[in-house]
């Protein structure tokens, strides 16, 4: 799927943190897998989970993180997976599009309002949930 430019909020994440790794190992072997396939498949089932709203509020976990980032309501929908390589690796990739972040009313809600502070607390949660050695946290803008 191809989307048209747009503000969005783009998270890599590395390799499982050493804790982690074993389990990883462990399940490639026993269903005859790469250790990779493993991962990619956790994070990005992870991160499907973390966006299932849930009642009263349909509201998701990561709709609770960004809203007790920005200090109002937000909910999100349809974050974007896809992979990056580097070195031979394939690592996951979720963008969180501007469209898709949006307030209880439906309205976007601009990444300009993300300050940098923010996406490393971001970061941190999604490293911390996802049990993963590091995070790449970014957000790309066009100024009108």
């Known amino acids: 799927m191809s989307h ?4 969005h909020i783009t998270v890599v994440i590395g ?11 462990e399940t490639a072997f026993d269903e005859c897998r790469t ?16 966006t299932m709203q849930f009642k009263p509020d349909y509201k998701s976990p990561i709709d ?3 809203t007790n980032l920005l200090g109002e309501e937000v ?20 963008m969180f599009y501007e469209e898709f ?11 300009l309002k993300f300050n940098d502070q923010m996406l490393r607390q971001l970061g941190d949660y ?14 790309t803008f066009t100024y009108s």
């Not at 048209?4 to 503000?7: I, R």
């Not at 994070?43 to 499907?48: A, E, I, K, Y």
């Not at 974007?80 to 394939?90: I, R, S």
Request: hydrophobic share 35%.
């Open 4 to 7: 048209p430019y747009q503000n």
């Open 15 to 25: 390799k499982p943190d050493e804790k982690f790794q074993t389990k990883v190992s």
């Open 35 to 50: 250790e990779e396939e493993v991962w990619v498949e956790y994070v990005l089932r992870t991160f499907d989970i973390g």
């Open 64 to 66: 609770t993180a960004l």
């Open 75 to 94: 909910r999100l929908a349809k974050p974007f997976h896809g992979f990056t390589n580097n070195d031979g690796k394939t690592f996951p990739v979720v």
């Open 101 to 111: 972040i949006q307030d209880l009313s439906g309205n976007p809600i601009s990444i």
């Open 126 to 139: 999604f490293k911390k949930t996802i049990k993963s050695d590091w995070i790449h946290i970014s957000s």
